[in-house]
């Protein structure tokens, strides 16, 4: 492999971190905090588009695993380092509940590379960001966070064009059926920082993604 095409290989894996790191909250007021949000959440979303179209471009033959190891890696060097120089904690205080999100997205993660790689582009991308009605689903039975009954029709239309997307003639298709379970798994991941931004540092968080790809890809 060239040095130019390990570049630009590099360049897209890394793509696939930027959107982890800038989703750290802010530490502005309260108004400043959530419109701040909203913007990190759009880069990432980006940021996640992008790394899906270099996947497709340059890294359509690679093993989906040696991708999910290769982005684990550098992700790993840039969150350890940053945690190094702010003086933040790995472990953290909940460790079992950091390796259950650390499993959720490296499941998360491989479903979707391997979805990018075997799926028209857009339909790997949408099925991927699907995760959001998951978690509309799944979060007032796992947080026990109250929500209005007009709630639930959303959800169930939301699942309905996941359906579609799914199994658009009545078939399922088994790359998409992958796509979704990557989907669900995020959304799973998703509930757990939740639940562990109470207890532990955002880069703590952060951290025990990559760290957890890392066994799990060369495992498999």
Not at 33 to 56: D, H, I
Not at 146 to 174: E, K, M, S, Y
Not at 198 to 214: D, K, S
């Amino acid at each position: 492999m060239g040095t130019g095409t390990f570049f630009i290989r590099s360049r897209s894996l890394l793509l696939t971190g930027l959107g982890d790191v800038w989703r750290a909250p802010s530490t502005d007021g309260p108004a400043e905090s959530e419109r701040s949000g909203l913007w990190l959440m759009a880069g990432s979303a980006f940021c996640f588009a992008a790394m899906a179209a270099s996947v497709k471009l340059w890294l359509a033959n690679s093993p989906a695993q040696a991708v999910v190891l290769s982005r684990g890696l550098l992700m790993t060097a840039l969150f350890l380092g940053l945690a190094r120089w702010r003086r933040v904690p790995i472990f953290g205080r909940r460790t079992g509940m950091l390796l259950v999100r650390g499993l959720l997205g490296y499941g998360a993660l491989s479903c979707y590379f391997w979805s990018v790689q075997h799926l028209p582009l857009g339909d790997a991308v949408l099925l991927q960001y699907s995760h959001p009605a998951f978690v509309a689903l799944l979060a007032p039975l796992l947080l026990g966070e109250r929500t209005p009954i007009a709630h639930w029709p959303l959800v169930v239309g939301a699942l309905a064009g996941v359906a579609l997307i799914v199994g658009p003639q009545g078939d399922l298709r088994g790359a998409a059926v992958i796509g979704l379970c990557g989907s669900l798994m995020s959304g799973l991941a998703y509930i757990t920082i939740r639940g562990l931004s109470r207890t532990e540092h955002p880069l703590t968080i952060l951290a025990w993604f990559p760290l957890t790809t890392i066994p799990g890809s060369l495992i498999a």
